[in-house]
């Protein structure tokens, strides 16, 4: 009788850690689905051909151009922004970078106005396509987890829409 209780405790205590580990399993292919759904450019391939650098994105489920890159060396996530003058990087990204704030300035967001601060990039890259000496703006009211990646940097850049692709090309100088 108490050994039928042991086994029967200790079956109930597999089959929970059974569920526990399924229910990480799943979380974590879901999260990773999510993730590729969000940003789908995760890997960057480059074609570079007579001397032309080429990069291939693809848009997002949202209908936005979202892609993995480097400011400075370091790991972020841009959303590409046509409509937006400047690099945008909300405060929590630049205080991980580690970058400088300079003059402040007026900027008009889809929130409103707002501050923002002056910065530099050394170096902005989305695959093998980079750019040295950047201008943007480090912007505390941004509440997206993202850099807006936006004309500071496209205007050096050609870039193409077709159907879901941003083609991105850059020039030799």
């Given at each position: 009788?108490?050994?039928?209780?042991?086994?029967?405790?200790?079956?109930?205590?597999?089959?929970?850690?059974?569920?526990?580990?399924?229910?990480?399993?799943?979380?974590?292919?879901?999260?990773?689905?999510?993730?590729?759904?969000?940003?789908?450019?995760?890997?960057?391939?480059?074609?570079?051909?007579?001397?032309?650098?080429?990069?291939?994105?693809?848009?997002?489920?949202?209908?936005?151009?979202?892609?993995?890159?480097?400011?400075?060396?370091?790991?972020?996530?841009?959303?590409?922004?046509?409509?937006?003058?400047?690099?945008?990087?909300?405060?929590?990204?630049?205080?991980?970078?580690?970058?400088?704030?300079?003059?402040?300035?007026?900027?008009?967001?889809?929130?409103?106005?707002?501050?923002?601060?002056?910065?530099?990039?050394?170096?902005v890259s989305i695959g093998d396509i980079s750019l040295d000496n950047v201008s943007a703006g480090i912007t505390p009211g941004l509440q997206i987890d993202e850099v807006l990646l936006g004309m500071s940097f496209l205007?050096?850049?050609?870039?193409?829409?077709?159907?879901?692709?941003?083609?991105?090309?850059?020039?030799?100088?």
């Amino acid at each position: 009788m108490q050994e039928e209780r042991e086994q029967r405790r200790l079956g109930v205590g597999m089959q929970a850690i059974a569920w526990l580990i399924l229910m990480v399993l799943l979380v974590a292919y879901f999260s990773d689905l999510l993730d590729r759904q969000h940003n789908p450019n995760q890997r960057i391939d480059t074609v570079i051909e007579d001397g032309v650098r080429e990069v291939v994105l693809q848009r997002n489920r949202f209908g936005h151009y979202v892609t993995s890159g480097t400011i400075n060396g370091e790991a972020v996530v841009f959303m590409l922004d046509t409509g937006a003058t400047g690099v945008a990087i909300p405060e929590a990204i630049a205080e991980r970078l580690g970058l400088v704030r300079g003059r402040a300035f007026r900027t008009q967001t889809a929130n409103g106005p707002s501050t923002s601060w002056a910065t530099r990039l050394d170096r902005v890259s989305i695959g093998d396509i980079s750019l040295d000496n950047v201008s943007a703006g480090i912007t505390p009211g941004l509440q997206i987890d993202e850099v807006l990646l936006g004309m500071s940097f496209l205007k050096h850049i050609e870039f193409t829409q077709r159907g879901d692709q941003l083609i991105l090309r850059q020039y030799r100088e």
